[in-house]
């Protein structure tokens, strides 16, 4: 496309979040109306920003800085032209220069630098803020240093586990195998995160970039991103993404131009939540059952067809190019005890701003939630919050000033996951949250362990009789004994959490397990 | 909304042909054929399994593993609503029972391109004979829920009238 110099640039998202209220009608809307006026505009499909409840959150380019407006809706948009927008000017929808938000301000934005700033696709613009960079310092050094730099960085796979990323490397990088295998794991299924959703729609080559690096320092030549099957535009913008890293020769028999080789591949999951368990996800790739394996061996020795693989989550690697740019001590530098550099934050649920939030480790639960969260969005208290998805405690009003740390969280009996946080106001009822934790732990089981497999179905079926006031006593017995045996003896952590969500509704909200019965509606 | 045509051997023969070659090729050769019909039939697995050098209990093993294929055709509508705890939160459940009672509704009801669970008494003189609601567990939207997917487009925001709309339209108003 060929556009006058002085054509006005106009953002706004193509984030899947604000799409889904409204901003392709708005980006058609300001297209007409600029047509309309004779005003020459480039509109700018960009990632979000993170702040969802200000979505679709349009921005102008201003010779002081970007302008956001927002939330915009299609019939807002000849008033913003009348309110000569397209300069910055103002109207009731204009919230100022975007990098002075408060929401932003706050943040220590290092993974998500460049969301929402750019346009995803753009290759060129990609490498204009700070792109590439990592990946060009990783092919000037050994796989050795590579490697070493991730370690000492102190990084920890984000997608729940928190694994040290560099002694993952090494164990496949020591490993010797004609093949070895980089594998992503964006099945990113646990309710109240979309970190990952965010930076695959939103900086793709990031993500590219991360596994290149991996690839190159441990001397894999293919590469598989696992996405879940219910995020379709990230498949899009992936797939898009990859031809055009092909195209220019980030990825193909010569990574930048080195004498390295490198071939990525989207492949698309079929709803099933167990495949974000990395070896349930491996048996997929392959085409089969997703059936957890046991471990050992792990995946770093045999892995993907039995190779030996690196599966890090999406924002494992896209942390990797910073730290490769930036050194591995600048990214130490934040965060806190054995919890280094920054955690993408998910903030949703019942919850009057939502959103994307980068931070040091460190930041206390209530400062997310109360001071950048603003309360519940039904503006009644909060009773409960989850933490780190499905498998994740619920926590009381009282306990959040907790820090949000593997550590910490740990040490309460919650644990950070995925960085997910959900907010429910005084309606939630803890005895059905907790059912509903056997519930999908029932559906979504692999099947492979019979504690997982039966106890599940046993678990919905205590919590039923206790719901109903059948032997209450007797049966919050059982359902303490049923959650010992799933933690100690399921295969994988879905058995083997699924009471972490139970416990923690029955031991902090001990009053929902001990209500009158009411007389149950036929289902 | 996709109007998908009948299976076909000969073209679900050559959708396997096109990608056998792929690295643990079930997942996108089953992709690619619900993709086609809208479903993948039965009359796939022998295929598969010669394609792939696996028996049939393993295929069918893999393809009812997963929640995503369908082994028969779809209805015209399908609306893929989030029950995940950031929508519980923000009341999907309510969404669900409202279907129920105000529109006669199931959500998850059974059978294929035919009515719906009807079993509750409903006065809301639409026909929903073509249209599924079926219960997903997130969609990466959880700071603007209750969310559902419907025909590839994510909505935010959802309410009880927007889905019970989203259930009788034709296209997706965005």
Redesign the interface.
């Known amino acids: 496309m060929t556009l006058s110099p002085d054509a006005i640039r106009i953002f706004v998202p193509i984030d899947a979040a604000a799409l889904s209220v409204g901003a392709d009608a708005v980006a058609r809307s300001i297209a007409r109306e600029a047509q309309a006026r004779g005003v020459t505009i480039e509109i700018v499909r960009n990632g979000s920003r993170g702040m969802l409840w200000l979505e679709p959150m349009v921005e102008v380019a201003t010779p002081a800085g970007r302008i956001a407006y927002g939330p915009v809706a299609a019939r807002h948009v000849a008033g913003l032209f009348d309110a000569d927008f397209q300069a910055g000017g103002s109207h009731a929808l204009r919230l100022g220069l975007t990098e002075e938000l408060d929401w932003m301000k706050r943040q220590q934005r290092l993974t998500f630098e460049r969301i929402g700033v750019t346009d995803p696709l753009s290759l060129a613009e990609y490498r204009a803020h700070g792109g590439l960079a990592g990946l060009e310092k990783a092919l000037a050094l050994s796989g050795d240093d590579v490697v070493e730099a991730v370690r000492a960085s102190g990084l920890r796979g984000r997608g729940g586990a928190g694994f040290p990323t560099g002694i993952k490397w090494k164990t496949v990088q020591n490993a010797r195998a004609e093949q070895k295998y980089i594998v992503c794991n964006a099945d990113e299924g646990d309710s109240g995160t979309f970190a990952d959703r965010m930076l695959m729609e939103g900086d793709p080559f990031l993500l590219i970039e991360g596994m290149t690096i991996a690839a190159i320092a441990v001397g894999a030549t293919r590469g598989y991103i696992y996405l879940r099957s219910e995020y379709p535009h990230a498949f899009k913008t992936l797939q898009r993404a990859i031809l055009k890293a092909e195209t220019a020769g980030v990825l193909g028999d010569s990574v930048l131009g080195s004498s390295l080789a490198f071939r990525l591949e989207v492949r698309l999951g079929a709803g099933a939540y167990i495949c974000g368990e990395e070896t349930s996800l491996l048996e997929s790739l392959e085409g089969k059952r997703a059936l957890v394996r046991a471990k050992p061996p792990i995946p770093a020795l045999q892995g993907l067809f039995g190779k030996p693989t690196i599966v890090n989550n999406v924002l494992s690697f896209a942390a990797v190019p910073w730290i490769l740019d930036h050194g591995a001590q600048a990214y130490a530098d934040y965060g806190l005890g054995r919890s280094r550099g920054t955690l993408p934050v998910q903030l949703g649920g019942n919850v009057k701003r939502g959103g994307l939030i980068e931070l040091a480790f460190g930041i206390s639960l209530r400062e997310i939630i109360e001071d950048m969260g603003g309360g519940t969005l039904s503006g009644r208290p909060i009773r409960a919050v989850q933490v780190g998805g499905p498998l994740g405690a619920y926590l009381t009003a009282a306990q959040l000033d907790v820090a949000m740390d593997y550590e910490a969280l740990a040490a309460m009996r919650a644990m950070l996951g995925h960085g997910g946080i959900v907010v429910f106001d005084d309606s939630v009822d803890m005895a059905k949250q907790a059912r509903f934790a056997f519930e999908f732990c029932a559906k979504e089981s692999c099947g492979k362990c019979t504690p997982c497999r039966i106890g599940a179905t046993r678990g919905v079926e205590v919590m039923d009789r206790i719901i109903a006031g059948t032997e209450r006593p007797k049966n919050i017995a059982v359902l303490r004994d049923l959650s010992k045996l799933m933690t100690d003896a399921s295969l994988c952590a879905m058995g083997g959490l699924t009471p972490m969500p139970v416990l923690s509704a029955l031991n902090h909200f001990p009053e929902d397990f001990d209500r009158p019965a009411l007389p149950m509606a036929a289902e | 909304m996709t109007a998908y045509p009948a299976w076909d051997q000969d073209s679900a023969r050559s959708i396997i042909a096109g990608l056998v070659h792929l ?6 050769i ?2 690619a054929l619900q993709e086609e019909f809208g479903h993948v039939d039965a009359q796939v697995v022998p295929l598969l399994a010669d394609a ?1 050098n696996l028996s049939r209990a ?1 295929v069918h ?2 393809i009812s ?5 369908r082994t028969s055709p779809p209805p015209r509508r399908v609306i ?1 609503l ?1 029950r ?7 009341g999907c459940e309510a969404l669900v029972q409202d279907l129920a009672h105000r529109h006669g509704i199931a959500v998850d009801g059974h059978g294929h391109g035919h009515a719906h669970g009807h079993t509750h008494s409903h006065d809301c003189g639409h026909d929903h004979s073509h249209v599924a609601v079926e219960t ?10 209750p ?1 559902a ?1 419907v025909d ?6 959802l309410d009880s009238d927007r889905l019970a709309e989203l259930c009788t339209e034709t296209g997706v108003r ?1």
């Open positions: 690295e643990g090729a079930a997942l996108p089953l992709h792939l393993e093993g893999t593993f997963y929640h995503d294929f893929k989030c995940a705890e950031a929508c519980q939160a923000l997903v567990y997130c969609l990466g939207n959880c700071a603007l829920g969310s997917l590839g487009e994510l909505i935010g925001r965005s």
